[in-house]
Nanobody, 128 residues
Framework: QVQLVESGGGSVQTGGSLRLACAAS????????????MAWFRQAPGKEREGVAT????????YYADSVKGRFTISQDNAERTLYLQMNSLKPEDTGMYYC?????????????????WGQGTQVTVSS
């Protein structure tokens, strides 16, 4: 059974920064292979969950939602099998629960239905 565990959320003021982390475990393929996709999604109260950024673990190719381009950076640490999301110049509209997700075959997609594995989320709150 795959486990994705997020960490690093918190409360910051507008313009601040946070770094989220996601550790994957529990699935042999994820442990020994890099041939899968990981992504960050977020969900604000009363809104649909939306894709933020995605990364192909094998070659590090990335794709971002327009709303975060130039402010957020998705990256990975292969040795630690950890996914990161560096968030800079945060805005109140970035507030929400941030989820890590994984997929064997999503491609560089930010479609929620393409991801089969999900973490429990970490809260990010940006105050004005």
């Amino acid at each position: 059974q795959v486990q994705l565990v997020e960490s690093g959320g918190g409360s910051v003021q507008t313009g601040g920064s946070l770094r989220l982390a996601c550790a994957a475990s529990g699935y042999t393929y994820f442990y020994y292979s890099t041939g899968y996709y990981m992504a960050w999604f977020r969900q604000a109260p009363g809104k649909e969950r939306e894709g933020v950024a995605t990364l192909y673990r094998r070659d590090g190719t990335t794709y971002y939602a327009d709303s975060v381009k130039g402010r957020f950076t998705i990256s990975q640490d292969n040795a630690e099998r950890t996914l990161y999301l560096q968030m800079n110049s945060l805005k109140p509209e970035d507030t929400g629960m941030y989820y890590c997700a994984a997929s064997l075959d999503a491609g560089l997609s930010l479609r929620r239905d393409q991801f089969a594995y999900w973490g429990q989320g970490t809260q990010v709150t940006v105050s004005s």
